[in-house]
């Protein structure tokens, strides 16, 4: 099976900071990739899907990069509501298993 | 609007089942893959299997190949997951989860509200 890698586990940035967390496939995917962001005690909603299409509703200081088997999620200013954890998700094929997560904190 | 609307929270023993329900509303029910994912306390989010209610094939995965079923009912737009055998490592948050476009394995838009699952003697 294609595992998912996120870095990095955890971060924290400031208010305004550009934000970059990267997730690595163990095989290529093209760009069947998704991100999801959870905040805390809520459900997982997804912000970008086909590794670059920003879900209609999501903020535009969201986007995504990549293909092949490496995919970038940027949040551009970050926002005190962007507090969560990221997910990407590879969907070519099943199991379509998710990255480990990354925890976005504000400094 | 569509939604998913799953059963509430289940207490359950070692070694009995459990069926959590996820009733889909505000699109065609046939035209999109319900998928199940589960969040244990404090872990990562983890994909257990689809199925499509148009041609009721389901596509499971291994870690859960012979203890888990997914079944749809079409007359009432609902989806079913059974987990049999609980352990108490099956204790987790299950999630059912709409497929984003027509095939099977894409991104999950929406997302229902999740179902706590304890399994304790």
């Known amino acids: 099976d294609i595992r998912m890698t996120q870095s990095p586990s955890s971060l924290s940035a400031s208010v305004g900071d550009r934000v970059t967390i990267t997730c690595r496939a163990s095989?290529?995917?093209?760009?069947?990739l998704a991100w999801y962001q959870q905040k805390p005690g809520k459900v997982p909603k997804v912000l970008i899907y086909?590794?670059?299409t920003l879900q209609s509703g999501v903020p535009s200081r969201f986007s995504g990069s990549g293909s092949g088997t490496d995919f970038t999620l940027t949040i551009n200013s970050l926002q005190p509501e962007d507090v969560a954890t990221y997910y990407c998700q590879k969907y070519n094929s099943a199991p379509q298993t998710f990255g480990q997560g990354t925890k976005v904190e504000i400094k | 609007q569509v939604q998913l609307v799953q059963s509430g929270g289940e207490v359950k023993k070692p070694g009995a089942s459990v069926r959590v329900s996820c009733k889909a509303s505000g699109y065609i029910f046939t035209d999109y893959a319900i998928s199940w994912v589960r969040q244990a306390p404090g872990q990562g989010l983890e994909w257990v299997g689809w199925?499509?209610?148009?041609?009721?094939?389901?596509n499971y995965a291994q870690k859960f190949q012979g203890r888990v079923t997914l079944t749809t009912d079409k007359s009432t737009s609902t989806a079913y997951m059974d987990l049999r055998s609980l352990r108490s490592d099956d204790t987790a948050v299950y999630y059912c989860?709409?497929?984003?476009?027509?095939?099977?394995?894409?991104?999950?838009?929406?997302w229902g509200q999740g179902a706590l699952v304890t399994v304790s003697s």
């Open positions: 095989q290529g995917i093209d760009n069947y």
């Open positions: 086909a590794a670059s």
């Open positions: 989860a709409r497929a984003g476009s027509g095939w099977p394995t894409a991104w999950f838009d929406p």
């Open positions: 199925i499509s209610p148009y041609k009721d094939i389901a």
